[in-house]
């Protein structure tokens, strides 16, 4: 094994799967402040205005001769790539396992060529399946049910193992309920983006579970990258760190704190017939913390600006919760 100290410093050369993302763009804009190299792979196409010191991979991960020839020498490797939405894991299984799964072998076995002194894998909070306790610290039972968490848990033990097996430096970061400027309302599930575009456009908001009952650790992008890069600095490799607040809001006052902000009040209308996500799914944080780590970005701050980035009538969202599908409308053969 490697130090564990990994300086993210002037000289660093990261890689960045997935850079191109929502929570991939904020991480290398968070590098480049901190005057790292970063090269970016990813299959999407850069965006216009890329800084020029962003370099750009081309790369399905789900082609393993495609890493191989995409991948440049590196002190670090953030894998933030991948399917990120559970209603597309529920309706297409196959593409989410190959893509969140198979792509992280593919990636990893790629690595063992030239190690990098770190790999950040960023899984979710998915993996624990439904809660036993409030908060959930890293060692709660892992019963996902829903193939998109499953495929992340994959990833998890195949990372795991290459960091036994053969000493690759790894660390995991759990992510907990995400939200925060650049997230595309075709694709995110988040309550938080969801709820902010549906009342910026004077609509009530709809949801899905019990108002009450159903709570959240959400955690700003910032936050986020705070706590990757954290990990990835300090943290041991071979060890799991959940990425939240610590922090537990449920619908209701969410939809109260986005009323607040905003100047008038939200109006919540909860599917409470649709119950299979109703329950406390909070971050027991104490392992980050012992890093260094602080939350840094208050809920309803975060939400503010949200909104202001968002301005009037920003396009609503179109990615409903899907927990269940028919077997005749799930795509299984391959994308």
């Known amino acids: 094994m490697t130090d564990h100290v990994v300086p993210l410093t002037t000289g660093t050369r990261a890689i960045v799967t997935g850079g191109h993302g929502f929570v991939g763009s904020h991480l290398v804009a968070a590098l480049r402040r901190r005057g790292v190299a970063v090269t970016v792979l990813d299959v999407v196409p850069p965006p216009a205005g890329l800084p020029a010191d962003v370099g750009h991979r ?53 690595l063992l060529d030239e190690p990098p002194r770190r790999v950040t894998y960023l899984s979710s909070a998915m993996v ?22 499953a495929s992340k848990l994959a990833g998890e033990h195949i990372a795991e193992s290459m960091c036994e097996s053969y000493g690759l430096p ?79 809001t449920s619908l209701r006052e969410l939809a109260d704190i986005v009323g607040r902000v905003t100047g008038r009040p939200a109006d919540l209308h909860c599917d409470d017939e649709v119950l299979d996500d109703s329950y406390r799914h909070v971050a027991d944080i104490a392992k980050l913390r012992a890093l260094g780590y602080r939350p840094r970005v208050p809920l309803a701050e975060g939400i503010a600006d949200l909104a202001r980035t968002l301005g009037e009538d920003p396009e609503l969202p179109s990615n409903p919760a899907v927990f269940h599908r028919p077997p005749t409308l799930v795509e299984t053969g391959r994308s």
């Open 170 to 248: 790894t660390v995991i970061g759990r992510a907990f309920t995400i939200y925060g400027p650049g997230e595309d309302p075709r694709r995110a599930g988040g309550e938080v983006s969801q709820f902010v575009r549906w009342h910026l456009n004077g609509r009530p908001i709809p949801a899905v579970g019990d108002a009450d009952r159903k709570t959240r650790d959400f955690a700003h992008v910032h936050d986020l990258v705070h706590g990757l890069m954290t990990i990835t600095e300090r943290g041991t490799p071979g060890e799991v760190y959940n990425l939240g607040t610590g922090s537990e």
């Open 128 to 149: 624990y399946g439904r809660p036993e306790c409030t908060p959930m610290p890293e060692d709660h039972p892992l019963r996902p049910f829903l193939p998109y968490a």
């Open 58 to 110: 081309p790369v399905d991960l789900r082609d393993p001769a495609s890493v191989r020839a995409a991948l440049v020498p590196a002190d670090v490797v953030f894998h933030l790539a991948g399917n990120a939405s559970g209603t597309i894991s529920v309706d297409r299984p196959r593409f989410d396992f190959e893509t969140n799964a198979e792509g992280t072998f593919n990636l990893f076995e790629a």
